[in-house]
């Protein structure tokens, strides 16, 4: 369903002209980098060259050096240690790094993770005791237990020690800390300088943590050139985690990204490889689409509906022929993620109609049912303000007990909209964009207002409107295969660092538009500037044909890219915006 956006066109810069020409591209490409804050020459060949030379030294990253110190020891004394990881992508590939780190050094390493429906997030005290009783001496969790505080205080009485990597919100202001032996986070206050990337996720966080301890492990700052090989070979694993999380794509998350990218497509992981073929991307040049679209949903089908084990098992200890295996079983688990999925999203949709909820002025949505299922509901609640452009809480209930999963918008921090409404939670837990919590069903209404007391106090109208940045005014005329190599070179793109979109203005629709699609849902044109005709494709906007007739005046927001069909290559815009009367809206 087409919904317009409010268009943020970029002002134009003077020095963008010189700027591209002391790199020899475009003077859009000029533009776009000082739309980024990248003004100085060496900055911008930097920006178009990521190095893993950026990457900042382990020893900076708050409680690294006395978690790698102890790791190193277990590994030494042969000291059982296990890795508690989160059942998303980014603990599934933050509990393969550090396996794959212990496990090269020679060390005693088993994997744990939580079932998402029957345990729930986080570190929990019952398996915290299993763990312990089956011989652990060491345990170190990723991408989660900033929050265990009682937890840790079982592993404490049973004199093993904890260590905790996260990147997730804490609890408290001033903020309570789990009592364990360290604590290894990007964020970590009252530590003697910030880390230079406050935004690492938790498959950052475990790779840091790996070269530290195969620092510690030689005694030196340099690792060895096996360690070096793997920590190399990792960055497809923290690229992954990386791109699924959302977190910003800058700085080193930008940089393992880049490298982990093209990691992925050369990797020599049995798992990543099988993964990769259950896709049907073996040998392709892999981007950031295809990972949170493609690679990441096969990951997390089996913890949102099976157990997240078997992804760590295909990317950790599988052969050849169990990987693939895993791999299939994963693409039939998403494929039944997307039916579950529709389903859960025509009732949401049902329920906001017939509760008025999208028309009652109202700043958030909590939306609630028996019956739907906790681990689907997460990509639900993203829909839903893809939609709707609202924070939203989805709960799934049963026995009277609620799980949730939230989503939010930029400008609203949901870990901090969740602890102002502890009163009516039994647990919760995440960051700005994506939190979880638990619920008494008792207290759903009461939660519901309160959540939407916050947001409304939170939210301006215009923050409940879609944005749309654009980068720069072009004419087709610019809009070349060279500009769209040029502009790949600035990926890649994701939170923190978007694809760029360019606004083509006085442009006409040449021809009648036509829909296309199973269902019709999309809308294929051309348009014309000048003596310039280019093919566009605009997703989800089939309804506005009748709007588009020939000869019609378009204001065009369009992202370039080459399409290749029958061994023919053409420069094709898709359009992710227009503006009909664009004169009015100048």
């Known amino acids: 369903m087409y919904r317009p956006k409010h268009w943020q066109i970029d002002s134009p810069n003077a020095g963008a002209a010189e700027l591209a020409g002391r790199l020899k591209v475009s003077p859009l490409i000029g533009q776009m980098l000082l739309n980024?804050?990248?003004?100085?020459?060496?900055?911008?060949?930097?920006?178009?060259?990521?190095?893993?030379?950026?990457?900042?030294?382990?020893?900076?990253?708050?409680?690294?050096?006395?978690?790698?110190?102890?790791?190193?020891?277990?590994?030494?004394?042969?000291?059982?240690?296990?890795?508690?990881?989160?059942?998303?992508?980014?603990?599934?590939?933050?509990?393969?790094?550090?396996?794959?780190?212990?496990?090269?050094?020679?060390?005693?390493?088993?994997?744990?993770?939580?079932?998402?429906i029957d345990e729930g997030y986080g570190l929990n005290s019952e398996a915290l005791g299993q763990i312990i009783d089956n011989g652990a001496k060491l345990i170190v969790t990723v991408d989660c237990g900033i929050t265990a505080l009682e937890p840790a205080g079982v592993?404490?009485?049973?004199?093993?020690?904890?260590?905790?990597?996260?990147?997730?919100?804490?609890?408290?202001?001033?903020?309570?800390?789990?009592?364990?032996?360290?604590?290894?986070?990007?964020?970590?206050?009252?530590?003697?300088?910030?880390?230079?990337?406050?935004?690492?996720?938790?498959?950052?966080?475990?790779?840091?943590?790996?070269?530290?301890?195969?620092?510690?492990?030689?005694?030196?700052?340099?690792?060895?050139?096996?360690?070096?090989?793997?920590?190399?070979?990792?960055?497809?694993?923290?690229?992954?985690?990386?791109?699924?999380?959302?977190?910003?794509?800058?700085?080193e998350n930008r940089a393992l990204a880049h490298f982990g990218l093209s990691g992925l497509r050369q990797s020599k992981l049995t798992g990543i490889r099988a993964l990769i073929e259950s896709a049907a991307l073996t040998g392709k040049n892999l981007d950031t689409y295809d990972v949170g679209f493609l690679l990441a949903p096969r990951l997390n089908a089996c913890g949102r509906l099976g157990h997240a084990a078997l992804a760590v098992e295909m990317l950790t200890t599988a052969g050849e022929t169990r990987a693939r295996e895993i791999a299939v079983y994963l693409e039939t688990q998403n494929r039944a993620r997307q039916a579950i999925e529709k389903q859960i999203f025509d009732q949401a949709l049902a329920q906001i109609e017939s509760n008025g909820w999208a028309d009652d002025g109202r700043r958030a949505l909590v939306l609630a049912a028996e019956g739907w299922h906790a681990g689907v509901i997460g990509i639900v609640a993203s829909r839903i303000v893809d939609r709707f452009c609202r924070p939203t809480v989805m709960v799934a209930l049963g026995n009277g007990q609620g799980q949730g999963s939230a989503?939010?918008?930029?400008?609203?921090?949901?870990?901090?909209?969740?602890?102002?409404?502890?009163?009516?939670?039994?647990?919760?837990?995440?960051?700005?964009?994506?939190?979880?919590?638990?619920?008494?069903?008792?207290?759903?209404?009461?939660?519901?207002?309160?959540?939407?007391?916050?947001?409304?106090?939170?939210?301006?109208?215009?923050?409940?409107?879609?944005?749309?940045?654009?980068?720069?005014?072009?004419?087709?005329?610019?809009?070349?295969?060279?500009l769209i190599t040029d502009l790949q070179r600035l990926g890649p793109f994701g939170h923190g660092n978007r694809r760029p979109l360019l606004c083509i203005e006085n442009a006409t629709v040449a021809g009648p538009a036509r829909r296309v699609g199973k269902t019709g849902d999309h809308l294929q044109l051309l348009v014309k500037q000048n003596r310039r005709t280019i093919r566009c494709i605009a997703f989800g906007a089939g309804d506005l044909i009748d709007r588009l007739p020939p000869d019609t005046a378009v204001r065009l927001a369009v992202e370039p890219s080459i399409n290749e069909f029958n061994g023919r290559r053409n420069v094709e815009l898709a359009v992710k915006d227009f503006q009909l009367n664009p004169q009015a809206a100048g």
């Open 36 to 116: 980024r804050g990248i003004s100085g020459l060496e900055q911008a060949q930097a920006f178009l060259r990521p190095s893993l030379k950026t990457l900042a030294e382990p020893d900076l990253l708050p409680g690294l050096t006395a978690a790698a110190q102890r790791l190193a020891r277990a590994v030494r004394d042969g000291q059982k240690i296990v890795i508690y990881g989160d059942y998303d992508v980014d603990g599934i590939t933050a509990t393969s790094i550090l396996w794959h780190a212990i496990t090269l050094l020679g060390g005693k390493v088993e994997t744990y993770i939580p079932h998402r």
């Open 407 to 482: 989503r939010s918008i930029p400008g609203f921090h949901l870990a901090r909209a969740l602890e102002s409404c502890a009163a009516h939670l039994v647990a919760y837990g995440g960051h700005e964009m994506a939190a979880g919590l638990k619920i008494e069903a008792a207290h759903l209404d009461d939660f519901r207002r309160a959540f939407c007391r916050v947001a409304d106090s939170t939210l301006t109208d215009e923050m409940l409107v879609p944005q749309l940045r654009v980068e720069c005014v072009a004419d087709l005329s610019q809009v070349t295969e060279g």
């Open 155 to 251: 592993a404490r009485q049973r004199g093993v020690d904890l260590i905790i990597t996260d990147h997730h919100h804490w609890h408290g202001d001033p903020p309570v800390f789990p009592d364990c032996y360290a604590i290894v986070h990007p964020r970590l206050p009252g530590t003697a300088a910030a880390y230079p990337n406050p935004n690492l996720c938790g498959a950052g966080v475990a790779f840091k943590l790996a070269w530290g301890i195969g620092q510690a492990a030689m005694g030196a700052s340099r690792v060895s050139d096996s360690f070096r090989g793997f920590l190399i070979e990792a960055t497809a694993l923290a690229a992954l985690g990386t791109i699924a999380d959302v977190v910003p794509l800058v700085g």
